[in-house]
């Protein structure tokens, strides 16, 4: 099983990089966003899911744990495999993705090709528990995801303060790694009022 590969990115495509490691070239499928980050003969590091079915094997790369984790959430529902998940992966920034399975949107969900209102359904239910309070780092951003209840008893009592919505979502969006579900109230004011 492999778990983990460093090499040179030979071939790039919007889906999927060879790997070329020791003289042998790996198709790895990723993220379609990764293509953008990523350029040919650049050494990197990928964590690795390796599918194996009796007539395939194929493998799925990500280039954070974190982001490999919440794929392998998202392939253990029914009805959605390797393919899917990683279509869904593509389809929204991981912090986002999370926003949207805690706030049970599943209007945002069906947006992705190949994902119908019961498969949404289904993803809300499996993942709600399983996500809050799960952090992320994707590009950099550091997100503690605090949970949903906490997030708009802060937006409540900053909007009577006379902040507008936008202006909370931002201060959210930059302060989101200083913001902890344990905090109080008042703390959680205090990190987002600093930013606005």
């Known amino acids: ?25 790996y198709q790895v499928f990723i993220p379609s ?13 990928l964590w ?24 392998l959430k998202l392939i253990q529902i029914s009805g959605i495999g390797p ?12 912090q986002d993705f999370v926003r949207f399975i805690l706030e049970s949107n599943i209007h945002a969900l069906v947006q992705v090709p190949g994902i119908g209102k019961k498969v949404a359904e289904r993803m809300v239910m499996e993942l709600k528990d399983k996500l809050d309070g799960v952090a992320l780092q994707t590009e950099g951003f550091s997100s503690n995801v605090v949970s949903n209840e906490f997030q708009k008893d ?25 913001l902890q579900d344990k905090m109080s109230l008042e703390e959680g004011m205090k990190v987002l009022l600093k930013q606005l």
């Open 1 to 25: 099983m492999i778990y983990s590969i460093r090499g040179t990115i030979s071939f790039l495509e919007e889906e999927f990089l060879v790997l070329e490691v020791q003289g042998i070239g």
């Open 33 to 45: 966003f990764y293509s953008s980050k990523l350029t040919t003969n650049s050494d990197i590091f």
């Open 48 to 71: 690795i899911y390796h599918h194996i079915r009796e007539d395939q094997q194929v493998l799925f790369g990500f280039l954070k744990q974190d982001e490999k984790n919440l794929f």
């Open 83 to 94: 393919k899917v998940a990683l279509k869904i992966l593509s389809s929204f920034p991981p």
């Open 154 to 178: 802060l937006m409540a009592a900053l909007k009577t303060l006379g902040y507008t919505q936008d202006e909370v979502k931002r201060a959210f969006q930059q302060c989101a790694s200083s």
